[in-house]
Structures are given as C-alpha cells and as structure tokens.
C-alpha cells in the first residue's frame, strides 16, 4: 500500500496522503454507503413497505441531512477531540450528501411515475419542495468543486468562501425537514438545534479564537446551553403550532413516561463529545496533533490527490 505520495499521484478514498491505508477514512468511506446499502438490501427483502419510492425518498433525506450536519461538525471536532485528522473525512462526506439529495430526489420522481412535468409543478406548487430543489442547487457547485484541481483553479480563498455555501444549506435543509414534518418533529428539531449548535462554535470560535472555544469547560457551557435551549425550543415549537403553553411541554423533559425528548438526545450528544475530548486527551499526543493543540487555528495541509478535503465548513 506504499504507493508514491507524489502531490500528482492518485489515491483512494482509504488512503491518507502519503499513501498509507488510513482507518478513519476507509470507515467513513464504507460507512457512507451503509444506509443506501441497506435499502437495497430492504427492496431486494421487500420490506421497503407499499410506497417503496417514498419510503427510499424518506431514508435517502435524513441520510443526506445527517451526513451534511457530521460534515459541518468536522472543524469543531477536530479541535475539540485535538484529532486534526478528521479533516480528511470531509469530503467523502460532502460527497455522500450530494449523492443522497440526488438519489431523494430520483426516487421522488420514481414515486410520481416518473412523470417529469408532474413532478416540476410539484416542486413549485409546494414552498417544502421548492427549499428542497434550493437546497440540491446550492450543494451542486460544492460537489462539482470538491476536487483538488478545482481548488487549485478558484484559489484557496475563493474555494473557501464558495464553500460557506454550506451554513445557508444546513439551514434550509432543515427548514425543509421541518415544513414536511407532520407529527413526529423530534428528528427536525434535533438537527436543527445540533445546525445552530455548530454555527454558534463558528461564531464563537471567528470572535474569541478556536482555542479558547474548542476547551473542556468551553465545550460543556456552550453545550448545556444548547441542551437548555432545545427544551424551550420544542416548548416554542408545540406553542406556535398548536398554542400549547411551554407550562405544559416543558415539564415532559423530567417526565421518562413522555418519550424521549428533543433535549435528552442534544444532551447526550454533548456527553459523548466530552466523553472523546477527555479521552483523547488522555491519549499520547501524536505529533501533527500536539502541532494542532498549540495552533488550533492552523488548518491541516490538504490532501496531496486528486480527493481534496470536500466543502471548507
Ligand atoms: C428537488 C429537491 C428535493 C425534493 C423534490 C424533495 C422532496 C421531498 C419529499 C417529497 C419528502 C417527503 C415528504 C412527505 O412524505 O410528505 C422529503 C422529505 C425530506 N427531505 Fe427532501 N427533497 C429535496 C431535497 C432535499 C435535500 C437536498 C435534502 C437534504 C440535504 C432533503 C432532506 C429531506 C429530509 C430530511 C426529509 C424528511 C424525511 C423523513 O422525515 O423521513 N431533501 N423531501
């Protein structure tokens, strides 16, 4: 596997730069194709239910939005976890949010009996699938320039503006979740809060710097108030979609008997990522990492082929 690491040599999506199989990314590049995988195993079972274009159109949609949020939260995990590393997932990542609109909108059209016009007056007719056409247009120039001769092309910071694309998106991807949304709405609210979360450590992280927002305690108040916030959050979402006083919802995040609740899983999440951060920390620094540690705001080298680091967020 020690192929040259000339910058023109070409690698696979499980190599690292120097052209040396790399773990981390041969999981995320098997793992990106997991939920589509098991799709087609689902048809080929025929458990994909009577309207299986819908049900590919739904799996696909919150693939595509999961994936977006996991590439978003690359930059702040890789200085809150010291694993700069990280970076070299993005891609692959970005590109399976692409491929997974692509594939919902495909089976969209699959669900309309492939009955083109139909499906464009649809697009328009409805504002959820118009936020949804923007949202697969305004990740199209991502996609297309997610390579390294690309990036060479714009120049490193056109490359990046280009790709701050990615906060507008992950806004209206998860307005368009939610305005589809008819009665479960624990999902869309989960990725929205996790959506302002990371663009909150973004602002934080251009106004205070990366290092002092990527810290322990850092991590846990920014973290504890967003689990606070989804709380109310959902308080504000049941009232203005069906008046219920925030007296009566907020009470359900004590209540085990009322389900899982929005703020539970933001909650969880914020335990996890502490739980990485204080054991890497405990890890022996490699390096690259400890390089990191003392500069966070200075971004690994990109990868040296022609898969370049996907979308800059
Ligand atoms: C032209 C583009 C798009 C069209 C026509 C479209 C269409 C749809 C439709 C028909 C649904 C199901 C609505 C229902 O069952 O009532 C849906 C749900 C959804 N879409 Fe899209 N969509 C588009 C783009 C996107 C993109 C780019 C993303 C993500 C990046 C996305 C994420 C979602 C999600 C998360 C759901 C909810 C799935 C669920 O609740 O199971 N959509 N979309």
Do not use: C
Request: charged content about 15%.
């Amino acid at each position: 596997m020690n192929r040259s690491a000339t910058p023109a040599a070409r690698l696979y999506p499980w190599q690292d730069r120097k052209g040396e199989f790399s773990a981390l990314k041969a999981i995320v590049f098997v793992g990106v194709f997991l939920p589509g995988l098991w799709l087609v195993a689902r048809a080929m079972m025929g458990t994909l239910g009577p309207r299986q274009m819908i049900e590919i159109n739904h799996q696909t949609g919150l693939w595509a939005v999961r994936f977006l949020l996991l590439t978003l939260a690359i930059t702040p995990l890789r200085h809150v976890w010291r694993w700069p590393e990280l970076v070299f997932v993005r891609r692959t990542l970005g590109n399976a949010v692409f491929a997974y609109g692509l594939i919902h909108l495909v089976a969209y059209a699959g669900d309309l009996a492939w009955d083109v016009p139909k499906v464009i007056s649809e697009i328009f007719a409805r504002v959820y699938l118009t936020i949804g056409l923007m949202v697969l247009i305004l990740l199209t120039p991502l996609a297309v320039t997610s390579t390294n001769g690309m990036m060479k092309r714009m120049g490193g910071l056109n490359w990046r503006r280009l790709h701050h694309l990615v906060y507008p998106i992950i806004l209206l991807a998860a307005l368009h979740f939610f305005l589809q949304s008819k009665l479960g709405v624990t999902e869309p609210i989960v990725i929205t809060a996790v959506a302002i979360w990371l663009l909150t450590w973004r602002l934080l992280a251009a106004w205070l710097g990366e290092a002092r927002i990527a810290t322990l305690p850092a991590t846990l108040a920014l973290g504890a108030t967003m689990t606070v916030a989804t709380a109310f959050g959902e308080a504000l979402y049941y009232y203005l979609k069906i008046g219920v006083a925030f007296s009566r919802v907020l009470p359900t995040n004590f209540n085990p008997a009322a389900g899982i609740r929005p703020a539970w899983i933001i909650g969880g999440i914020v335990l996890a990522v502490l739980a990485v951060a204080v054991f890497r920390r405990f890890l022996p620094a490699k390096k690259s990492a400890r390089r990191s540690a003392r500069q966070p705001g200075v971004a690994a080298k990109p990868e040296a082929s022609s898969q370049p680091q996907g979308n800059a967020a």
